[in-house]
């Protein structure tokens, strides 16, 4: 019955870092998902900001003054999209990073309380106890973090 005991301790533990992990996940995709709503919105506004530059050079027209100031505007506006574009790309790619390393931890994760899960039959079997488990656990998770942070 020991096996059992302790089975029953550590399933809501598994529960909880599976909860965890799928929040995170799920955030994780969120922003993802919100990043590239975004990035469409600053692409679309960059094609309009193109077009209207290319429609200013083709005119060669002596502008009005009202009309020039318009200009310098959605040209100014055009640089901050296009600056503005730069930086979501960047936390795009952080964004697609820390979920595939979030991935990557809820794989290791989930092959850790798969060897949890045979470690309890190999100790109610073996007698060693079922602590050896927790302290493969521990190891593992400071080694990848300290992979990570490599």
Known sequence: MVGGASSS?????????????ASAVARAEDALAQLREREQELRTALARTTTLEAEMAELRLRPE?????????????AARLR???G?????????RHRGDMLRSEMRG???ALALVGRSRSATSR????SGSA???????????RNEEEE
């Not at 927790?134 to 990848?144: D, I």
């Open 134 to 144: 927790g302290h493969y656990l521990t190891g593992s998770s400071g080694r990848r």
């Open 65 to 77: 003054a009202a009309e020039v100031a318009r200009w310098r505007q959605e040209a100014e506006e």
């Open 126 to 129: 073996s007698g060693i106890p």
């Open 9 to 21: 301790r550590e399933d809501p533990d598994r529960s909880v870092l599976e909860g965890q992990l």
């Open 83 to 85: 600056a503005e574009a």
């Open 87 to 95: 930086d979501l790309r960047t936390q795009l790619g952080e964004e």
């Open 109 to 111: 994760l989930e092959r």
